[in-house]
Structure formats: structure tokens, C-alpha cells
């Protein structure tokens, strides 16, 4: 079918119009427009070179019909991920000032995408986090008397012995949940790799913005939104801090539905993945390497 149809074009001679390419791509012998993030200090993504012409049966060139065309964005990274190599970002603050630069240790926030280890460190995380408060009762435990009901013959009725059981009213559960933990066990190495991962991710996202620190001249909101209002394609943030959170800091977004705050310590591969933006401090990288650097105890 498609082999009629780019026929059919070759032999009509027709040149249907083409719709400008969209931001991110390019077409060969175009220069690439600047990524959203480059500003942000990360390295921009470059699209291989493609050509929207097909040669026809005369050897003429004929262009694609605009219907076959996809009008989904092409990126194509200018270099592999995921081969631990260190990485050099800007730094800045809330008002967007340049702070300098800084260099991201490879072997964590470069590493190859994995999503088979996120899946587990994410199954691992919300199972741990269950209260297993669920309590049922069982017929031991029901209220009530524990005399027969009637006697064994006689009254044409089914036999029973006591109230108590699961096919009367208010009577007991039959394995039911009882509390419990459902924390299932993960290895620690592979908990750490979960969390270079996501961290990773967002790096090569251009989602991982790194902050001088968070302090904030006032717990006034509005402070933290215009902050947010010039990050690009910002639609939920995690701001991530070194140490103990700062008061100011903690004023100005707990009013804010999109905007949250962790401690270094706290960071988690769950928390990565339910905001698109991650903010940290510079402080907060350097605690997050030692802690990715720190020997295992086994």
C-alpha cells in the first residue's frame, strides 16, 4: 500500500506542502534550536540529520505527504548515557543568578536507565510503607454467648453449636487479615542503584536543576512561585536541602500543592518520580555522593 502510494506521488509530480519542523529537530544542513534547559546549564540534545524527500520513478525528488508524516518531537542525545562520566552543570538560587559551576560525579548521576530496578525499589518502597493495621475477628474473639443455640434433634432446624460463627449475624470473619507487615526484602546495593537511576534520569531529562542553597529571605509564598514560574515546563517540584529544612523555606511551600521539600537524607527513588523537577542544593549533591560512596555493610 505505501509502495502505490509514493507511486502515485512520483508520478503526479505533485509536491505536497511540508509543515515546519518543530522545535528540537532539525533537517540536514539546519543548525538545532537551543534546548528549553540549555539555560539551565545542562548539555542541549542534537537530533540526527533525516530527510523528508523520497526519490520518485523518474529519479526526481518528491516529498512526503504531510498525513505521513509523524508530528511527534525526534531528540536524539548528542552524546550515549549512561557512561559514567562526570558532569558539569550551572549553579543558581531562587532569583536565577549564576552561582558558578559544578561538577556531578558520573558513577551517580550517569548511569545507565534501568527500568526493571526502578520497578523493584518502588515495590519495595510502597510495601514497606503499608501501616498492615487491617484486624479482623476471629470466632474466639466475637462477642457473645457460647451456649448452643437449641438442642442437636428435634426442632427441624440445621445444627449449630454457638453463635458465634461467620454465617450469623455479627459473627466472626474467617481468615481475615490479621496485623502484619507487607515490607518485602530488597538488597541495599540494589536500593542504591535504584536511587543513581532516578537521579540519573532526571539529569538526563535536564529536569535536575542545582541551587547555591534554598534559603529564602522571607516565608512569603509568593517568593517560592516565582521561582518556580521561571523554571521551564515546571509543573511539580521537589526541592531537596542538605541539612535540617529551613524555616522560612518550609513557611513558603506548605501552602503550595506542586511544591515539596525533603532533606537530603530523605531523598527516595518514589519522591523522584512523582515530581518532574528536582531542585538541589549544592550542599545536598555533595551528601548524596558521600552516601552513594559510602562502603556497604554487609
Known amino acids: 500500500m505505501a509502495a502505490r502510494l509514493l507511486s502515485r506521488i512520483a508520478r503526479s509530480g505533485r ?4 509543515p515546519p519542523l518543530s522545535p528540537g529537530a532539525k533537517s540536514c544542513g539546519s543548525q538545532f534550536a537551543p534546548s528549553p534547559w540549555a539555560k539551565q546549564g545542562m548539555s542541549s540534545i542534537t537530533s540526527k540529520c533525516f530527510s523528508t ?3 520518485g520513478s523518474q529519479g526526481q525528488e518528491v516529498v512526503f505527504p ?21 558532569l558539569v552543570t550551572r549553579v543558581t ?3 536565577n543568578e549564576d552561582k558558578g559551576l559544578m561538577v556531578l ?3 551517580v548521576f550517569d548511569v545507565p536507565i534501568r527500568k526493571d530496578i526502578v520497578h523493584r525499589v518502588v515495590r519495595w518502597q510502597l510495601a514497606k510503607r503499608q501501616q498492615g493495621t487491617h ?3 476471629t470466632i474466639s474473639e466475637v462477642s457473645g454467648t457460647g451456649r448452643k443455640p437449641w438442642r442437636q434433634k428435634g426442632t427441624g432446624r440445621a445444627r449449630h453449636g454457638t453463635l458465634r460463627g461467620p454465617q450469623f449475624r455479627h459473627g466472626a470473619t474467617m481468615h481475615g487479615p490479621k496485623p502484619r507487615s507487607h515490607a518485602i526484602k530488597l538488597q541495599k546495593k540494589v536500593r542504591r542503584l535504584g536511587l543513581k537511576i532516578a537521579l540519573s534520569a532526571r539529569t538526563a531529562e535536564g529536569k535536575l536543576i542545582i541551587f547555591e542553597d534554598l534559603a529564602m529571605p522571607s516565608h512569603k509564598t509568593k517568593y517560592v512561585v516565582t521561582a518556580v514560574s521561571q523554571m521551564e515546563n515546571a509543573k511539580k517540584v521537589l526541592l531537596v536541602d542538605g541539612g535540617p529544612i529551613d524555616s522560612n523555606l518550609q513557611l513558603a511551600t506548605q501552602n503550595i500543592h506542586y511544591v515539596n521539600v525533603l532533606p537530603s537524607i530523605g531523598l527516595n527513588v518514589y519522591s523522584i518520580l512523582q515530581h518532574d523537577t528536582l531542585v538541589m542544593s549544592r550542599d545536598a549533591v555533595n551528601r548524596i555522593v558521600d552516601r552513594m560512596h559510602t562502603p556497604i555493610n554487609r
Do not use: C, W
Open 135 to 137: 484486624s479482623t475477628k
Open 15 to 18: 509536491r505536497h506542502q511540508v
Open 66 to 86: 504531510q498525513e505521513l508524516l509523524s508530528k511527534q518531537k525526534v531528540l536524539i542525545p548528542d552524546r550515549p548515557l549512561g557512561q559514567y562520566a562526570d
Open 93 to 95: 538560587n531562587f532569583q
Open 53 to 55: 524527500t523520497v526519490l
Open 105 to 107: 560525579a558520573g558513577d
